[in-house]
């Protein structure tokens, strides 16, 4: 079994800053892409920055220049660096993890979710 855990949200002023954390644990082999993905009510789930075990990243074009993804691989863990945030901003932030378990099966984990509000 996977577990991936968030934390960092909150709520934070217009051009204010968060940092998003996703620690994954359990039974891993090997991680390969690791996102972000946002949600707010009456809306679609959409990706907001992906990294792949290469170090590529992308970002949506409503965060390039704001938020930074990044990871630790060694820990595990996976990062987002928001900047000049903005109310549009606000959203149900999940981590998606995506690799091989230590049985050679694939998975697909998403964490809890974790609200960010930008908000004056």
């Known amino acids: 079994q996977v577990h991936l855990v968030e934390s960092g949200g909150g709520l934070v002023q217009p051009g204010g800053s968060l940092r998003l954390s996703c620690a994954a644990s359990?039974?891993?082999?090997?991680?390969?892409?690791m996102d972000w993905y946002r949600q707010v009510p009456g809306k679609q789930r959409e990706l907001v920055a992906t990294s792949t075990d290469t170090g590529a990243t992308t970002y949506t074009d409503a965060v390039k220049g704001r938020f930074t993804i990044s990871r630790d691989n060694q820990q595990k863990m996976l990062f987002l660096q928001m900047n000049s945030l903005e109310s549009e901003d606000t959203a149900v932030y999940y981590c998606?993890?995506?690799?091989?378990?230590?049985?050679?099966?694939?998975?697909?984990?998403w964490g809890q979710g974790i609200q960010v509000t930008v908000s004056s």
């Open positions: 359990g039974s891993i082999f090997s991680i390969n892409a």
């Open positions: 998606n993890i995506q690799g091989i378990t230590g049985r050679k099966r694939p998975f697909n984990w």
